[in-house]
């Protein structure tokens, strides 16, 4: 099975214990996208804006797992902040417990504070919470990843994911995860449901962060008129080359953040045609469900 598939997709590896093929996170991105130095710069000469702090966030925001261990320097590479400025920077956030270091003292990692933050988070918002079983459900009759990602800067941030029972083949991406706006279906689901002020100025944003403006704009007028259409977008390797995905913006009572779902898995099995008649329309089904009984808006 695992020699088969990895002939067919190319990105695919063996679990270690023999129960699931999975698709390295890091074979699908490729190099992992940098945080880029403008996260803590303010927008439009902002005097409110505290670029120290912005700076430290943006140094917890270089860890894309809880496992991972990073030195200064790699943090320096993420971020785009100068060495001397992550080693203060490091400093501080390790004697406040948001970082923990290695038992060399060279590598830090994320530490308890920022899992209080993000446990705060999660009880204030109940709404991953409440979607969790039709999703689950979904996940398991498309036997496929669906996630629910809430927007967070250019990127749309994995609050929950689910895989369906029994599923052999998925992506290794957990709760955490950063997709990017302009290379995600998720990402246009999320563009698509924002009133035009705010999405004209995040994609302006895109742009100046590097975005194919041309790209962009195509993908997006695509998807958006998807979605006006059959509630969905399809997403033919936005992401990468060997991964599809089919997306959705739903609303959270109350209006409370932008949320966005994708159903997402490898091109071989998730083709076009079945994201479009099969997938697509059960991610529909799905959301109708919740908005009857008032999950959704």
């Not at 496929?144 to 994911?161: C, E, I, N, R, T």
């Amino acid at each position: 099975m695992a020699q088969a598939v990895a002939a067919r997709a190319g990105a695919i590896v063996q679990d270690p214990v023999g129960q699931q093929d999975l698709i390295g996170q890091q074979d699908l991105i490729g190099q992992r996208n940098p945080i880029g130095q403008s996260a803590a710069e303010p927008e439009d000469g902002d005097r409110q804006f505290v670029t120290a702090l912005a700076r430290g966030l943006q140094v917890l925001r270089a860890f894309r797992d809880a496992a991972e261990m990073l030195g200064n320097r790699e943090i320096a590479a993420r971020t785009g902040l100068p060495k001397p400025t992550v080693s203060r920077l490091t400093h501080t956030l390790l004697s406040l417990g948001y970082l923990v270091h290695d038992p060399e003292g060279e590598r830090y990692g994320l530490g308890p504070a920022v899992l209080a933050l993000s446990s705060a988070f999660l009880r204030q918002n109940s709404f991953p919470q409440m979607v969790k079983p039709f999703l689950q459900d979904l996940a398991t009759a498309v036997q496929a990843h669906v996630a629910l990602g809430l927007l967070d800067g250019l990127s749309s941030v994995y609050v929950q994911l689910w895989r369906g029972q029994g599923q052999r083949i998925v992506l290794s991406s957990e709760v955490g995860y950063r997709l990017p706006l302009a290379r995600s279906a998720m990402g246009m689901a999320t563009l698509s449901s924002l009133g035009e002020t705010e999405r004209t100025a995040l994609m302006t944003r895109l742009r100046r962060d590097g975005a194919d403006a041309a790209r962009l704009e195509q993908t997006y007028r695509r998807c958006a008129t998807e979605i006006a259409q059959q509630g969905f977008c399809v997403g033919i390797g936005i992401w990468h080359q060997d991964i599809n995905a089919v997306a959705a913006p739903i609303q959270a009572p109350g209006g409370r953040g932008h949320f966005a779902l994708n159903v997402s898995g490898p091109a071989f099995l998730l083709t076009e045609d079945v994201l479009r008649h099969d997938t697509g329309p059960k991610l529909m089904e799905t959301i109708a469900r919740m908005r009857a009984l008032g999950i959704v808006d």
